[in-house]
């Protein structure tokens, strides 16, 4: 980039481009979603970070500066293409570009109005989508959901611990349990399709913990809690102690 081009390229606030995802997202509603583009003018780049949704693909990027910028063009497929100018929000005279993961445009050329500079060429880098932490994070809110409706609760008596639950989803078959204490696998129990609390008994004072297991009727797990703690201590004059798990 020149001095010319600098100036301009100020003027006409390339590093204020923004985009925003093009499949029911309106003009009016656009700000609420919008991302502004990342501009490198060292490098000539401009970045578009993709949704932490690795299916959205297809976005919109806003380019104004119609009193600076003449005209724009995309390379794609090894050829230019004009950018018919159009409209923001019904109001703002714009270029709107399509920029799509899946079919990427590689450059956007920049023409000034009466020729004040050459015209200047952006490459266009595309950051894409974490999809594993995407996914884990979907795997952590079905996991949340599915606890919830499993609903699994605790009480402990003088040697005992009652383990209440309610199965988790329509697919549904079983439930097993796994005792530990101090790290130490104790026993697993197998509770049936049509009991929802297991009764373990004989337990000394101390802390443990177990693991509630859902399974289908293919023996799949459908759905897994973390270690879930209790303690077992001399009784008081108010009997049970009950503990709800969230």
């Known amino acids: 980039m020149d001095k010319y081009q600098k100036l301009l390229v100020q003027k006409a606030r390339i590093n204020g481009w923004f985009y925003f995802e093009n499949k029911g997202v309106s003009d009016e509603e656009s700000s609420k979603y919008c991302k502004g583009v990342v501009f490198d003018e060292n490098n000539d780049t401009v970045t578009i970070i993709q949704d932490e949704d690795p299916n959205i693909v297809d976005y919109i990027l806003i380019v104004s500066g119609e009193?600076?910028?003449?005209?724009?063009?995309?390379?794609?497929?090894?050829?230019?293409?004009?950018?018919?100018?159009?409209k923001y929000k019904t109001c703002w005279s714009a270029f709107r570009l399509n920029i799509n993961f899946d079919d990427r445009i590689e450059k956007v050329k920049v023409s000034f109005r009466d020729n004040l500079a050459d015209d200047y060429i952006i490459d266009v880098k595309y950051q894409e989508a974490d999809k594993e932490k995407y996914n884990e994070k979907l795997a952590m809110e079905h996991k949340a959901e599915?606890?919830?409706?499993?609903?699994?609760?605790?009480?402990?008596?003088?040697?005992?611990?009652?383990?209440?639950?309610?199965?988790?989803?329509?697919?549904?078959?079983?439930?097993?349990?796994?005792?530990?204490?101090?790290?130490?696998?104790?026993?697993?129990?197998?509770?049936?399709?049509?009991?929802?609390?297991?009764?373990?008994?004989?337990?000394?004072?101390?802390?443990?913990?177990?693991?509630?297991?859902?399974?289908?009727?293919?023996?799949?797990?459908?759905?897994?809690?973390?270690?879930?703690?209790?303690?077992?201590?001399?009784?008081?004059?108010?009997?049970?102690?009950v503990v709800n798990v969230i």
């Open 146 to 241: 599915l606890l919830k409706v499993a609903n699994i609760k605790v009480s402990t008596g003088a040697d005992l611990v009652n383990i209440y639950f309610q199965p988790c989803c329509d697919s549904y078959a079983r439930t097993e349990i796994t005792l530990y204490k101090d790290n130490m696998m104790l026993a697993k129990y197998k509770v049936g399709e049509d009991v929802f609390f297991k009764s373990i008994n004989g337990l000394a004072y101390g802390k443990y913990e177990f693991i509630l297991k859902q399974f289908d009727d293919k023996g799949n797990i459908i759905l897994e809690s973390d270690k879930i703690s209790f303690s077992i201590s001399r009784p008081t004059h108010t009997g049970m102690n």
């Open 67 to 86: 009193k600076i910028i003449k005209s724009i063009e995309t390379y794609k497929n090894s050829k230019w293409e004009y950018v018919e100018k159009g």
